[in-house]
């Protein structure tokens, strides 16, 4: 099995910056990607970042492109999100993914492990 913990939500005015950390334990050698997925209240869960195992280029949404960046720090098994210029529309429950099967997933049931979510609000 493999856990997934997120951390660095909170509450932050337009324009400003957070970042989320995912710390992965367990079976971490059978993840082959992780993602970063958020849903706003009344809407479905959606793709916001994902990368892969060999770090290759990693994969944004549109409407955080230019925006927010995913890492990883391997020794460390934790993958980051780092959001700028946030945006009230960019509030929402913030959920990290991990993924053992290859390839980089756009959508949920593309993933086999969730984190518990961490909320992010921007205030206007």
């Known amino acids: 099995q493999v856990q997934l913990v997120e951390s660095g939500g909170g509450l932050v005015q337009a324009g400003g910056s957070l970042r989320l950390s995912c710390a992965v334990s367990?079976?971490?050698?059978?993840?082959?990607?992780m993602g970063w997925f958020r849903q706003a209240p009344g809407k479905e869960r959606e793709f916001v970042s994902g990368?892969?195992?060999?770090?290759?280029?990693?994969a944004y949404a549109d409407s955080v492109k230019g925006r927010f960046t995913i890492s990883r720090d391997n020794a460390k098994n934790t993958v980051y999100l780092q959001m700028n210029s946030l945006k009230p529309e960019d509030t929402a429950v913030y959920y990290c993914?991990?993924?053992?099967?290859?390839?980089?997933?756009?959508?949920?049931?593309?993933?086999?492990?969730w984190g518990q979510g961490t909320q992010v609000t921007v205030s206007s």
């Open positions: 993914a991990a993924r053992s099967r290859i390839g980089l997933s756009y959508i949920p049931t593309g993933y086999d492990y």
């Open positions: 367990g079976r971490t050698f059978s993840i082959y990607a």
């Open positions: 990368v892969t195992r060999s770090a290759g280029s990693p």
